[in-house]
């Protein structure tokens, strides 16, 4: 066997054994009194302790709002991001590499044409899209993937153009041989078209376990990417190294340029595209509307999921401190949860929740509602809404915990409603309305 299929062979049991080891669901959750600790559950690593009052275990804040979770589509496989057109159709990637439209009656297009390969395996995927700020003006469309490149893969984003082309799309039994709602003799389809490879993530690694990745736009012409961390040895030494994009958060221009104010641009040896260090997996990045500041959630071990609100030049500490355990019950390195020159979690989790996908909702259909923050879980699988006072969460509210499916990402629609997409081999697209 080469080498790289050793090493392949290698990850994949590592990457087995962690996950045989990962504790079972957690109990259905019963919510406390109004002003209790959300969580009552005891944590897996039960000698760490947060660094402020409300850094975790919040106080449970019940909102009270009647709302209906409408079912807009099914037959999702593995949906992972959404992304709204302006028209108020929605973009859903699927996992194995399907771009989809969905209309708010529940058509489910054809796959998109045009796209490239993904390695699907494990963590990969065809993972966030988002719709540029100036899609009215360009059609420009982004989306994060697992590219394959030899023998392994690595993080891509690119960016194209979306075409509508008369006539059907002769590939399409190739394409989506399960069919879709839409027939194969529709009048147009749909592709990308004039592809932009605008950044790839260094190196290539053959392992498939947590390759993020969110996308979310900044000020300016920049947007932010949430990269993840292998989360096994040798790789987790190189979250801490600038001379790699494992384990960050990168920040370029739309077009793939470096911003001139990059925090580490004129360091040596580092990678120009870092914005900010020690990231474990981050699975939702969302821009405070407010200040225009990136926040991230992140999925932590054993324990220790975070919130973090991420500042250019920051170090956020994976792995050198952690409020979590390794799977096996043993600490993470030396056990830390602070260190100098170390940024602290705004909030976390332990017990676990997974949390993917982050939106500060501004709309105006659930007014008390506005200006929280909603992070989806898969582990737990219901829909967190979070009550800040600058970067401190003053209440958490546990959402569509009936629903038992992993919410994967949630996004505010232009109408101001909340969607969700929930992640399983039939998921949905959810619309939560006001009752």
Known sequence: MSKSGVLSLLFACAAGAAMAQTPPL??????????????????????????????????????????????????????????????????????????????????????VGGLPAVDARQGGGLLDVEVDPDYAKNHLIYWAYSEPRGNGAGTTVARARLVTRPGPDPRLETLDPKGANLPADSAERVTVEGIQYVFRMMPTVDSYRSFGSRIAFGAGQTMFISLGDLDFDPFRPLVQRLDTDVGKVVRINRDGSIPRDNPYLKVKGARPEIWAVGFRNALGAAVDPRTGDLWTDENGPRGGDELNHVRGGRNYGWPVITYGEEYSGEPVGEGLTQKQGMEQPVYYWDPVIAPSGLMFYTGDVFPAWKGSVFIGSLRQQHLVRLSLNGDRVTGEERLLTDLHERIRAVVQGPDGAIYVITDNQNGRLIKLTPK
């Not at 957690?26 to 660094?51: F, M």
């Not at 991001?81 to 708010?104: H, N, S, Y």
């Open 26 to 111: 957690q109990p259905p959750w019963v919510p406390p009194p109004a002003g209790q600790p959300v969580e009552s559950q005891p944590a897996n690593a039960t000698s760490q302790h947060p660094a402020f009052p409300g850094q975790t275990r919040g106080p449970y804040e019940p909102t009270h709002v009647q709302f209906e979770a409408k079912t807009i589509a099914k037959g999702l496989e593995h949906p992972w991001g959404l992304a709204f057109l302006p028209d108020g159709r929605a973009l859903v990637t699927e996992k194995p590499g399907r771009l989809r439209i969905v209309t708010m009656d529940g058509k489910i297009s054809p796959p």
